[in-house]
C-alpha cells in the first residue's frame, strides 16, 4: 500500500507545495438484544481516501472511495483547487512546518483478535446477560449489545511521512429499566457503551462481567424504592464514570482551539476561555491534573500519530490547576501562538482532520475511596451520566445520574434516585478539594463525540479517580 500511495504522490501533476493520502479501511461487526431476543446483527466494511493538498498557503481536500490511481489522482487535482480557491479568502497562510514528515507504526494492544468469539458465541452471551439482568418481576425491559472495529490507516506524504496504524476496538453495553406503577428507574454499566476499549475480545466478557450484571439488575431494583435526591447545597463525590463525562464537557470540549478561535461557533459553540487564557488561568484547585494522554494501552483514543502525522505524546493541559496547553493541532498552534497536542483526527476516510479530543485524563491524587468518604460529614455520592446540558461557550451545566448515595458522618448510607447536580466550570473545577488515588482510577470511553460541519462522530477516552467538591448544588426529581 505504502509504495501504490507513494508512487501516485510522486507523479502528481499539480504545483503544490505539500500532498498527503490517508486511506483507511474499516470492518465493523455489531449484534444487540433486547429482552432476551435478537434486534440485530451486523457487519459493515468500508474504505476510502482523503487527500490533502497545501497551495498558495492553504489547504484543499478531496475524498474517494476508489483507491485506484486515476481516482486518487484526480482527487489530488480536485483539492489542489479547493486550495487555490480557498487563498483569496485566507485567514492564515501555512507553511510545510503544518505537515512535517512522521515515519512510524502504531497497532493495538491485543492477546485476541477480533474473531475470537464467533458471531453465535457472543450472541450467546449478550442472551446470558439479559436472562441475568431480569433479577424480578420488576425488570421491565433489559438490553445488551456489542460492537468490534478493525481500523487500518496508511498515510503517506510528499514530503516523506509513512505511517501505518491499526486499531482494534470493543465497545460493549448493558443495561434494565425497573418499573412499579408510573415510577421507571434506568441502570447500566457505567453508562452506554462506557466499556469501550482498545484491545481484542479478551476484554469482554471479563473476569468480572456476571457480576457487573447482577448488580445493575439489582440497582435498578433497589432505586424504585429510594429516596428522591435532596436539594441543597452539600459536598459531592463523583465516581469515574461520571468524572468521564465531567472531563469531556467542561475539560476538553473548552480546551479545543478550533472552537477558541471561532470556527465551531455555527455548530458546536465556542468556549469561555481566551487565547491569552494560556500559561496564566487558574481553572481550578491546585488539585487539579489533567493530560492529554494518547500512550495509555487500551484507553480507546491511543494513537501513536494524529490524523495528519503529527506525532502523539503525553502532555499536561493543566497542572496544578494551571491552564498550560490546549487542544489543538498543527494548524490551530500556527494560528493562534498557544502550544497544543497532536489532535487532528478525522471519523472516518471521507472526513478532513479536525481538532478533536482523544484521551483526556484526570490525574490520580493520594486518597483512597475510604479516606475520601471518611473525610465527609455529609454530601451525595453519585455515579454514571443519566443526562447532560451545558452552554454553548462550555460555562454553565447541569447533569443527572443514575445513582446515588447520601453520605453521613463518613459513611455511605442511603441510596437515592434521581440525583442531579448544576454548577459553574471555573467555580466547579475550584471547589475539587479530595482526588483519589490509583486505585480508585478508571478508564471509560466514548464513540459517539460529536462536532465538525460536516459531522464527525469520534471515539474518546477518559480516565479519572474518584473525586469531592465543595459546596455543589444538588438536586432530585421530587415534584
Not at 274 to 279: K, M
Amino acid at each position: 500500500m505504502f509504495k501504490f500511495l507513494s508512487d501516485v504522490v510522486t507523479t502528481a501533476t499539480v504545483s503544490a507545495d505539500w500532498i498527503g493520502i490517508r486511506a483507511v479501511k474499516d470492518t465493523t461487526k455489531a449484534c444487540a438484544i433486547r429482552d432476551a431476543h435478537p434486534e440485530s446483527n451486523t457487519q459493515r466494511f468500508g474504505h476510502g481516501a482523503m487527500v490533502e493538498v497545501l497551495a498558495n498557503g492553504q489547504f484543499g481536500y478531496s475524498a474517494t472511495n476508489n483507491l485506484s490511481e486515476s481516482s486518487l489522482a484526480a482527487a489530488i487535482v480536485s483539492a489542489y483547487g479547493q486550495a487555490i480557491a480557498a487563498s483569496d479568502w485566507a485567514v492564515h497562510s501555512f507553511t510545510v512546518a503544518a505537515r512535517p514528515k512522521a515515519t512510524g507504526n502504531y497497532v493495538s494492544p491485543h492477546r485476541k483478535g477480533l474473531d475470537a468469539l464467533s458471531p453465535a458465541e457472543l450472541n450467546q452471551i449478550l442472551l446470558r446477560i439479559c436472562d441475568q439482568l431480569k433479577v424480578s418481576d420488576s425488570i421491565a425491559q433489559t438490553t445488551a449489545s456489542a460492537r468490534s472495529h478493525d481500523i487500518e490507516t496508511w498515510f503517506v506524504s510528499s514530503n516523506g511521512s509513512e505511517i501505518y496504524q491499526r486499531d482494534y476496538v470493543i465497545e460493549t453495553h448493558f443495561g434494565t429499566i425497573a418499573q412499579d406503577g408510573p415510577t421507571t428507574q434506568l441502570r447500566t454499566d457505567h453508562g452506554y457503551l462506557a466499556h469501550s476499549y482498545q484491545g481484542g475480545w479478551e476484554l469482554f466478557p471479563g473476569l468480572d462481567l456476571w457480576q457487573r450484571v447482577q448488580q445493575v439488575g439489582e440497582q435498578a431494583v433497589e432505586l424504585l424504592h429510594a429516596d428522591n435526591c435532596p436539594d441543597l447545597a452539600t459536598t459531592l463525590v463523583l465516581a469515574p464514570d461520571q468524572m468521564m463525562l465531567q472531563i469531556h464537557e467542561s475539560i476538553g470540549h473548552p480546551l479545543e482551539l478550533d472552537r477558541i478561535l471561532g470556527d465551531e461557533r455555527n455548530y458546536a459553540g465556542g468556549s469561555f476561555i481566551q487565547l491569552e487564557d494560556f500559561g496564566s488561568l487558574d481553572y481550578g484547585s491546585k488539585l487539579m491534573n489533567v493530560t492529554f494522554d494518547p500512550t495509555v494501552a487500551g484507553e480507546l483514543a491511543s494513537y501513536g500519530f494524529d490524523d495528519v502525522g503529527a506525532t502523539a505524546t503525553r502532555e499536561y493541559l493543566i497542572r496544578a490547576g494551571k491552564l498550560e496547553r490546549g487542544l489543538g493541532g498543527l494548524e490551530s498552534q500556527q494560528r493562534s501562538h498557544v502550544p497544543g497536542v497532536a489532535n487532528s483526527r478525522a471519523s472516518s476516510w471521507n472526513r478532513p482532520a479536525i481538532d478533536r479530543m482523544a484521551n483526556i485524563n484526570l490525574e490520580p491524587g493520594d486518597r483512597t475511596f475510604e479516606d475520601i468518604i471518611a473525610n465527609i460529614e455529609h454530601g451525595i455520592y453519585m455515579e454514571t451520566n443519566r443526562s447532560w446540558s451545558i452552554d454553548d461557550q462550555r460555562h454553565k451545566f447541569q447533569f443527572g445520574c443514575e445513582y446515588g448515595k447520601l453520605i453521613e458522618n463518613g459513611q455511605l448510607t442511603r441510596t437515592l434516585k434521581n440525583p442531579n447536580y448544576r454548577s459553574v466550570t471555573p467555580q466547579f473545577w475550584h471547589s475539587l478539594s479530595q482526588v483519589g488515588d490509583r486505585s480508585t482510577w478508571e478508564i471509560y470511553g466514548t464513540p459517539f463525540c460529536g462536532k465538525g460541519e460536516p459531522n464527525q462522530l469520534i471515539r474518546v477516552g477518559h480516565g479519572a479517580p474518584v473525586c469531592a467538591f465543595e459546596a455543589i448544588e444538588v438536586f432530585g426529581g421530587a415534584v
